[in-house]
């Protein structure tokens, strides 16, 4: 009987636990396709997930990690052979399916996608959930009608993963970037070198205000939620639009209907988890197309598998920046 290692959470009398350990080929969840996996990376879901601080893990034991990168083993989907290089992000992986953090992963076909063309599996993984989620911010933005010369673009949480992807894609597609962090000192030569021409201080958004404040920006990518979300939709100029897309201050959202009636400002909701396989082709296309790959490269640090689980409370305390690479390979 077959056995690899996984980070795994379980449940029991005294809450929630993770360990580093064996788990067997045989405890593996339905799917049509099994894949070695190669490359995971770290969420903010995962933190979530890995400490238990919000109820991402719906059964238990659990494998965590939201995506990967890897090679078929075994298939009997029509789409992949053993040997194809794919790519899995959400679809509940992690949460209610066997996840990423391991060195196998068995899942339905329908839920990968074919590596894209001009990446690599561990690049492919540095950009991982968050980087394809910024993605479908901007393409929502656009789908919209924004364009650069409509005004700035802010993007809050900007120093983490969502964040830095988005800075760097809205910059090199010619947008006046703000950038809004809450370690400014620490981290404004980082963001002004992904691109961003501003960077504030997320107190400036954080704490409540106005139902309609001062216009300041046309567009927005917001991975913060609650009194941050709607500080940006008080500043955003008409007709603008709001992408959102996390709730690192929370879930809830203290506005009012005046943006929306009295500017006609958007909030767009991005779901990640469930897109539809022609969006999100095209959003890992547009990445391997859009994304600079040494700017990538500028925001990606890179741990083993065996030392991820040690990270999960530094991403909840904002305590990474960029993009974090696991190595399970």
């Not at 993007?155 to 988005?166: E, I, K, W």
């Not at 603008?240 to 909030?267: H, W």
């Not at 909701?269 to 500028?298: C, H, M, Y």
């Amino acid at each position: 009987m077959g056995q690899f290692k996984a980070w795994i959470v379980e449940k029991g009398e005294g809450g929630q636990s993770l360990r580093y350990g064996d788990f067997l080929d045989s405890d593996l969840m339905e799917g049509d396709v099994t894949v070695r996996v190669t490359h995971s990376t770290l969420n903010y879901k995962d933190g979530l997930a890995m400490t238990g601080r919000s109820p991402v893990v719906r059964r238990f034991p659990m494998i965590p990690g939201i995506d990967f990168s890897g090679i078929v083993e075994t298939s009997e989907h029509p789409e992949y052979r053993p040997g194809d290089a794919v790519v899995l992000t959400g679809w509940g992986v992690g949460e209610t399916h066997l996840g990423a953090y391991a060195e196998k992963a068995r899942v339905k076909g329908d839920w990968l996608v074919p590596l894209p063309e001009g990446l690599t599996p561990a690049q492919a993984m540095a950009i991982g959930t968050a980087g394809y989620t910024a993605m479908l911010c901007v393409m929502a933005i656009e789908r919209h009608g924004l364009t650069p010369a409509d005004g700035p673009a802010v993007v809050t949480g900007a120093s983490g993963g969502v964040g830095s992807v988005a800075v760097a894609l809205l910059a090199r597609a010619g947008w006046h970037v703000i950038a809004s962090t809450g370690r400014v000192e620490a981290e404004s030569a980082y963001l002004i070198g992904l691109g961003a021409a501003q960077v504030i201080d997320r107190a400036e958004l954080a704490a409540p205000g106005k139902p309609l404040a001062k216009e300041r920006w046309a567009a927005a990518v917001d991975a913060v939620g609650s009194t941050t979300l709607a500080n940006v939709l008080a500043a955003t100029k008409a007709d603008g639009a709001v992408a959102a897309c996390g709730l690192a201050q929370g879930m809830d959202l203290p506005t009012s209907v005046a943006p929306f009636i009295l500017r006609g400002v958007s909030l767009l909701g991005i779901n990640s988890v469930t897109t539809p396989q022609p969006k999100r082709r095209e959003a890992w296309a547009r990445l391997a197309r859009d994304l600079d790959l040494d700017t990538l490269a500028s925001m990606t640090t890179q741990v083993a598998l065996a030392d991820v689980g040690g990270l999960a409370e530094d991403i909840l305390a904002g305590r990474t920046r960029g993009r974090t690479l696991v190595t399970v390979g």
